[in-house]
């Protein structure tokens, strides 16, 4: 088996491993580290949770602990699409780099750019940052990328979601045509592919898992789901997603539950909170302090649930992640690689369950042929259940609209009918029109027992007047 003393890094960057608690490699980092040593473009691909950001971070080190770096200047570049992920790299490198005197910056938005700039004008080694933030400080003249060595491109096909594409195309032109690249992915799309065909030159491809694989040790399950009613479907499906983590008892100790859409988190947040669970969101329209405070709570315990939008499926390394719960099938197959990578890390055991309703089973099939393998279907624990009720009193959406009886409806069409039977003729003309809006020319027995169609022989004198004589009376 390859120790980490195998691969030529840094006497202080064993240290700081050793005392990390780590002692082998990871397959992705046994085959990354030695070509990126030696100064070799590299392609790492490898499902989530196998160690990448260490792939990239441990050489980085051992090549940069020699030599300073210059003001605005930095000596490498690590991009990551999302600010969680660049967090991440940096708790890392603090974690690996403790005993090499290497500085480095933190780019990301919500933070203020004074303080970034203050950075980056004593120098920074490493320079750590999302693709918009970057690109403001180098538009307004603070950053120079003429002096990078080593560039980073962490989780490349996230950046291909996000948009990100032609901002890495324009970095890669702002830096070195001699820089040193590192790529990696967990899934490898056509667009990624012909990037790094166009800016890698004769890479290490560093391939440990089939693409797009999940984790043998994650357990996986659908539940097919279809509402009683439109109207009803969003409220049940919240039901049953408390039905499947109450299902896991004690087994659940903390959990993500992920949604498509930021609108839906923050409602299936209130709503877990409402019931008695200890949830909150996160999502990219959140303040970055609050999103950091959210993920602190969640990595320290004090938070059970994290109901996120995909911005926490990439970069979140919480290890003891015991469940994921797909509120909503992924749009992109990819997604569902990430989402439920966050769960079943460092070789612990995870579960991942999804519900999926009728109009998202295409989705479900693009999943099932990008993992190469049927997701179990799972049993409905809801199937027998009749739908709650509640007041939805805490600002979540009420759980079940209030229900129009059809007997009530019934009696008031009557009431109105024979109203209008006996009624004076000013109350007429109102009254019939408020009785085709609820559902009009619908037969009426009088009070003799006879079928009255429409208004019968009960029409008021005056409709049979000519509009002169009514002005006239």
Same mark, same amino acid.
């Given at each position: 088996?390859?120790?980490?003393?195998?691969?030529?890094?840094?006497?202080?960057?064993?240290?700081?491993?050793?005392?990390?608690?780590?002692?082998?490699?990871?397959?992705?980092?046994?085959?990354?580290?030695?070509?990126?040593?030696?100064?070799?473009?590299?392609?790492?691909?490898?499902?989530?949770?196998?160690?990448?950001?260490?792939?990239?971070?441990?050489?980085?080190?051992?090549?940069?602990? =020699?030599?300073?770096?210059?003001?605005?200047?930095?000596?490498?570049?690590?991009?990551?699409?999302?600010?969680?992920?660049?967090?991440?790299?940096?708790?890392?490198?603090?974690?690996?780099?403790?005993?090499?005197?290497?500085?480095?910056?933190?780019?990301?938005?919500?933070?203020?750019?004074?303080?970034?700039?203050?950075?980056?004008?004593?120098?920074?080694?490493?320079?750590?940052?999302?693709?918009?933030?970057?690109?403001?400080?180098?538009?307004?003249?603070?950053?120079?990328?003429?002096?990078?060595?080593?560039?980073?491109?962490?989780?490349?096909?996230?950046?291909?979601?996000?948009?990100?594409?032609?901002?890495?195309?324009?970095?890669?032109?702002?830096?070195?045509?001699?820089?040193?690249?590192?790529?990696?992915?967990?899934?490898?799309?056509?667009?990624?592919?012909?990037?790094?065909?166009?800016?890698?030159?004769?890479?290490?491809?560093?391939?440990?898992?089939?693409?797009?694989?999940?984790?043998?040790?994650? +357990?996986?399950?659908?539940?097919?789901?279809?509402?009683? =009613?439109?109207?009803?479907?969003?409220?049940?499906?919240?039901?049953?997603?408390?039905?499947?983590?109450?299902?896991?008892?004690?087994?659940?100790?903390?959990?993500?539950?992920?949604?498509?859409?930021?609108?839906?988190?923050?409602?299936?947040?209130?709503?877990?909170?409402?019931?008695?669970?200890?949830?909150?969101?996160?999502?990219?329209?959140?303040?970055?302090?609050?999103?950091?405070?959210?993920?602190?709570?969640?990595?320290?315990?004090?938070?059970?649930?994290?109901?996120?939008? @995909?911005?926490?499926?990439?970069?979140?390394?919480?290890? +003891?992640?015991?469940?994921?719960?797909?509120?909503?099938?992924?749009?992109?197959?990819?997604?569902?690689?990430?989402?439920?990578?966050?769960?079943?890390?460092?070789?612990?055991?995870?579960?991942?369950?999804?519900?999926?309703?009728?109009?998202?089973?295409?989705?479900?099939?693009?999943?099932?042929?990008?993992?190469?393998?049927?997701?179990?279907?799972?049993?409905?624990?809801?199937?027998?259940?009749?739908?709650?009720?509640?007041?939805?009193?805490?600002?979540?959406?009420?759980? @079940?609209?209030?229900?129009?009886?059809?007997?009530?409806?019934?009696?008031?069409?009557?009431?109105?009918?024979?109203?209008?039977?006996?009624?004076?003729?000013?109350?007429?003309?109102?009254?019939?029109?408020?009785?085709?809006?609820?559902?009009?020319?619908?037969?009426?027995?009088?009070?003799?027992?006879?079928?009255?169609?429409?208004?019968?022989?009960?029409?008021?004198?005056?409709?049979?007047?000519?509009?002169?004589?009514?002005?006239?009376?």
């Amino acid at each position: 088996m390859t120790k980490f003393s195998d691969l030529n890094l840094n006497p202080k960057v064993l240290k700081a491993i050793d005392e990390a608690g780590y002692e082998s490699p990871t397959p992705i980092q046994a085959g990354a580290i030695p070509p990126a040593l030696e100064g070799k473009d590299v392609l790492g691909i490898a499902q989530t949770g196998t160690g990448k950001t260490a792939s990239f971070t441990l050489p980085l080190i051992t090549q940069l602990a =020699r030599g300073r770096a210059r003001a605005r200047m930095p000596r490498s570049l690590v991009l990551c699409p999302t600010r969680e992920l660049a967090a991440q790299v940096a708790e890392n490198f603090d974690t690996y780099a403790k005993y090499v005197k290497l500085t480095k910056a933190l780019l990301i938005g919500g933070v203020s750019f004074k303080e970034q700039d203050l950075l980056i004008d004593k120098g920074v080694d490493v320079l750590i940052a999302t693709p918009g933030r970057l690109l403001d400080h180098f538009e307004r003249g603070k950053l120079i990328l003429n002096d990078v060595k080593v560039m980073v491109v962490d989780e490349a096909d996230r950046m291909l979601d996000m948009g990100f594409i032609p901002d890495i195309e324009r970095i890669f032109g702002l830096t070195p045509f001699t820089r040193q690249t590192l790529f990696f992915s967990a899934t490898m799309a056509p667009e990624i592919e012909r990037i790094t065909n166009t800016f890698l030159s004769a890479p290490e491809r560093i391939e440990v898992a089939r693409q797009a694989t999940t984790g043998e040790n994650i +357990a996986q399950g659908v539940v097919m789901f279809k509402g009683s =009613r439109r109207d009803r479907e969003a409220s049940e499906k919240r039901k049953l997603l408390r039905a499947l983590i109450d299902a896991e008892g004690e087994k659940c100790t903390n959990a993500i539950v992920f949604c498509n859409r930021k609108v839906d988190v923050d409602i299936v947040a209130k709503s877990l909170k409402k019931y008695g669970y200890d949830a909150a969101p996160i999502h990219g329209d959140l303040d970055q302090s609050q999103r950091t405070r959210t993920l602190d709570g969640f990595r320290e315990g004090t938070l059970r649930f994290l109901v996120a939008s @995909d911005v926490a499926a990439r970069g979140l390394d919480v290890p +003891a992640v015991s469940h994921v719960f797909n509120f909503d099938v992924p749009s992109h197959a990819e997604d569902y690689v990430h989402r439920i990578g966050r769960t079943g890390r460092a070789g612990r055991d995870g579960k991942a369950m999804m519900i999926c309703i009728p109009r998202d089973e295409k989705n479900l099939a693009d999943i099932e042929k990008l993992v190469q393998r049927e997701i179990p279907r799972m049993d409905n624990p809801l199937k027998s259940d009749k739908p709650e009720k509640t007041s939805g009193g805490t600002g979540a959406k009420t759980e @079940d609209p209030p229900k129009k009886t059809r007997s009530r409806s019934r009696k008031k069409d009557e009431a109105e009918t024979q109203q209008i039977a006996n009624g004076t003729p000013e109350e007429a003309p109102k009254r019939s029109r408020g009785r085709r809006g609820s559902g009009g020319g619908a037969d009426k027995s009088d009070r003799g027992g006879n079928k009255v169609v429409g208004l019968g022989d009960h029409t008021p004198e005056f409709i049979g007047l000519s509009f002169k004589e009514r002005i006239a009376g």
